[in-house]
Nanobody, 121 residues
Framework: QVQLVESGGGLVQAGGSLRLSCAASGRIFVIDPMGWYRQAPGKQRELVAA???????NYADFVKGRFTISRDNAKNTVYMQMSSLKPEDTAVYYC???????????????WGQGTQVTVSS
């Protein structure tokens, strides 16, 4: 059983910062990539940032220069430092990871339960 557990969401004023964490646990052979999506009310879920085990990152244009994604491979944990937050960043943020559980299995996507980030103006 694989689980992704997120932490770090909350309420912050515009211009402030938050750090999200997501730890994967369970039977894990390979975990690559890891990242974050978000979903605002009435909108589709969208990719925010992703990172490979080798450290290659990918950011959505709307967070470039403000958010930084990183990971600790030994801990199967991904982080996202969010700075210069704007009210339009308000959303539920979901951790995701593509995980292979055994040498013979195929990778599949796993999702966290989501953490609310609210940015007040």
């Amino acid at each position: 059983q694989v689980q992704l557990v997120e932490s770090g969401g909350g309420l912050v004023q515009a211009g402030g910062s938050l750090r999200l964490s997501c730890a994967a646990s369970g039977r894990i052979f390979v975990i690559d990539p890891m990242g974050w999506y978000r979903q605002a009310p009435g909108k589709q879920r969208e990719l925010v940032a992703a990172i490979t085990s080798g450290g290659t990152t990918n950011y959505a244009d709307f967070v470039k220069g403000r958010f930084t994604i990183s990971r600790d491979n030994a801990k199967n944990t991904v982080y996202m430092q969010m700075s210069s937050l704007k009210p339009e960043d308000t959303a539920v943020y979901y951790c995701y990871a593509e995980i292979t559980t055994t040498r013979m299995s195929t990778p599949r996507d796993y999702w966290g339960q989501g953490t609310q980030v609210t940015v007040s103006s």
